[in-house]
C-alpha cells in the first residue's frame, strides 16, 4: 500500500512554479498577479484564501485579497469583478467559494473573465474542459490528476466510481477520467446501491463531505482510493470521507486526510496563475 503524499507533490510543484515566474520575470518581464475574493466570515474560507496568499507570495506571484462583508450586495461583488477584469496587472481572479446564500454563484462565476478564470469554474472553461480542449482545469481534479501521473497510475480501461457530483469537484473529476479513457460511474445522494457501484471499481473518488462514509467491506482488494474530503470532527480533528484507517487494508494507493488532495489544490491554482500570465504575454506579443 503507498500513500500518496499530496503535501510533498505539492511543494515540489509549488517550486516548479516559482521557477517558472522566474523565467516568466527574467525573460518576458512579467509578473503574475492574483486577485482573491473573500465575501463573509468563514473560518475555514479565510483560512484557504489566507494560504493561497503565502503560497503567491513563495512563488514570487503578485497577489491580491479583496475582502468584502457578508452583506455586499450581489451587484457591489459583480462591480468589484468587472474592474479586476479591465486591471492589466491581474491575470487570475477567483471568488472564494462557498458565498452567503443571497448571492447567485453562477452569476458571480460567469462574470469574471474566462481568460482570468482560474479556477475554471466559468462555463466558457468548463465546456472546454469536457471537449477535452486547452482550458483552466478546477484545481482540485487537477490535483488529483497530476497525482496519478507522478505515482505511475495508468487510468486507460480503468473502473472510476466518482462519489459526489459537485460542480467543483465530482463533475470535473468525471469529465477528466473520461478523457483519460478511463470508465466513469458518478454517484450522488440518490444512488440505489452505492456499495454494488464502489465494489465494481478499480478507483474511487470521494468527495461529499461525510466523515468515514467510505469502508473497508465497500471496495475491492487492490482499489485506488482518493479521498476529496475534509471534514472537521467536533474534536477539532480533520477527517476525510474514507474510514483510512480501515481503507488502507485494501487500498493500493490512498490519499490521507489531512496532506492528500487538499494540499494539491493549492498547488494547482499557483499553475492555473502562471498559465494565465502566459496567454496575457501571448495576447500582448501580437
Ligand atoms: N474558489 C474556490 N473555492 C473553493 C475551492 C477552490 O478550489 N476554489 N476549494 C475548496 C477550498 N480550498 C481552496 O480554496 C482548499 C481546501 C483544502 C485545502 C487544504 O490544503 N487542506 C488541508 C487541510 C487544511 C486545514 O487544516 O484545514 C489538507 O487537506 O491537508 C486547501 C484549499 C472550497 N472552496
Known amino acids: 500500500m503507498t500513500i500518496l503524499d499530496g503535501k510533498a507533490l505539492s511543494n515540489k510543484i509549488k517550486d516548479e512554479v516559482k521557477v517558472e515566474v522566474e523565467e516568466l520575470i527574467k525573460e518576458k518581464h512579467i509578473t ?17 484564501v489566507a494560504s493561497k496568499a503565502k503560497s503567491c507570495k513563495n512563488a514570487g506571484i503578485y497577489s491580491v485579497v479583496h475582502e468584502m462583508p457578508d452583506t455586499i450586495t450581489q451587484e457591489e461583488l459583480l462591480e468589484t469583478i468587472k474592474r479586476m477584469n479591465e486591471n492589466p496587472s491581474l491575470d487570475g481572479i477567483l471568488v472564494q467559494l462557498p458565498l452567503p446564500k443571497h448571492i447567485d454563484t453562477t452569476t458571480v462565476l460567469e462574470a469574471i473573465d474566462p481568460l482570468k ?14 471537449s477535452n480542449l486547452d482550458s483552466f482545469l478546477p484545481a482540485t481534479p487537477f490535483g488529483v490528476m497530476r497525482m496519478f501521473e507522478e505515482y505511475g497510475i495508468d487510468l486507460v480501461g480503468k473502473n472510476a466510481c ?8 465530482g ?14 460511474t458518478v454517484c450522488n445522494s ?16 470521494i468527495a461529499v463531505g461525510v466523515p468515514h462514509l467510505l469502508k473497508a467491506d465497500m471496495i475491492k482488494e ?30 493500493s494507493f490512498i490519499t490521507p486526510v489531512p496532506g492528500g488532495v487538499g494540499p494539491m489544490t493549492i498547488a494547482m491554482l499557483l499553475k492555473n496563475t502562471v498559465k494565465a500570465a502566459y496567454l496575457r504575454e501571448t495576447r500582448e506579443s501580437k
Open 117 to 130: 478564470d482560474v479556477d475554471g469554474f466559468h462555463p466558457y472553461n468548463v465546456g472546454r474542459m469536457v
Open 32 to 48: 503574475p498577479g492574483l486577485a482573491v475574493i473573500l465575501v463573509g466570515s468563514d473560518a475555514a474560507s479565510a483560512t484557504y
Open 222 to 251: 487492490g482499489v485506488i482510493v482518493i479521498d476529496v474530503g475534509i471534514n472537521r470532527l467536533d474534536t477539532g480533528k480533520l477527517t476525510g470521507d474514507a474510514d483510512f484507517e480501515d481503507c488502507k487494508t485494501k487500498s
Open 162 to 169: 466518482v462519489i459526489g457530483s459537485s460542480d467543483i469537484v
Open 190 to 205: 440518490r444512488t440505489k446501491d452505492l456499495k454494488a457501484q464502489t465494489l465494481a471499481s478499480d478507483i474511487v473518488i
Open 171 to 184: 463533475k470535473p473529476m468525471a469529465s477528466l477520467l473520461i478523457n483519460a479513457k478511463a470508465t466513469v
